[in-house]
Structures are given as C-alpha cells and as structure tokens.
C-alpha cells in the first residue's frame, strides 16, 4: 500500500451548513408558504427543519427566485413568520425571524412521526 493512499483527506465543510447553530431534522411536513404583498400561497413540502429555519421545497417544478423575500409559512393551525435566505434547485431556505421553542419543535417532529 502507498503511504498517500493511506492518509486521508479532511472533508471539506459545506459552506451553507457551517454556520448553523441548530439541529437539522429531514422530514417531509406539508405546509403553505405565503409572500408578504402577494396574495397567493405556494404549497409544497417542508424538506428538513431546525429551530431557526427550513428548506421548503414547492410543489411546482418552477422555483422563482425569492432571497430576502419576507414569509408567513402556515403548518397546521401555526404560523411562522421569516425570510427567504436563499433559492437553491432544491427549495426556499428559509430563517425564522424569532427561532422556535424546542418543545415547539419537538411537538411538530413527533406530530409528523419524525
């Protein structure tokens, strides 16, 4: 065996996960994203979920780009005020404007048999 096929590498951090300071938990919640001035909704599928924000993913296959959009996501009877903070192919990251209660957050996991 080669000495460099033995020393492994570090892995590179993602950048967009570096910075996160909660728990992400996958999941596929159904919930409603409505923009402030606008008056339609988009539903779609809440991806993972954290304390401070989640990836919504919309049901349509066109994902227009939203960054530092103001949102009301609707789940269930709640709903949760923040910002789009970036548009990716896979979805809306979404930033909670106040970061979520994790008994809040723990309800919601066990509600959805996460």
């Not at 996160?20 to 159904?30: L, N, T």
């Not at 979920?49 to 996501?73: C, D, H, K, W, Y």
């Not at 903070?85 to 979805?91: C, D, H, I, L």
């Amino acid at each position: 065996m080669k000495l460099l096929s033995a020393i492994r590498r570090p892995r590179r951090q993602n950048p967009a996960t570096r910075h996160r300071s909660f728990e992400r938990h996958a999941c596929a919640i159904e919930a409603h994203l409505t923009m402030e001035g606008r008056q339609y909704e988009v539903k779609g599928v809440i991806m993972d979920i954290s304390r401070q924000g989640i990836l919504f993913r919309p049901r349509s296959l066109f994902i227009m780009r939203l960054e530092n959009q103001t949102v009301a996501l609707r789940l269930g009877d709640r709903e949760l005020r923040g910002h789009v903070v970036n548009t990716t192919p896979r979805g809306y990251g979404l930033n909670f404007t106040e970061t979520l209660e994790q008994d809040f957050l723990d309800d919601i996991l066990a509600v959805h048999d996460v």
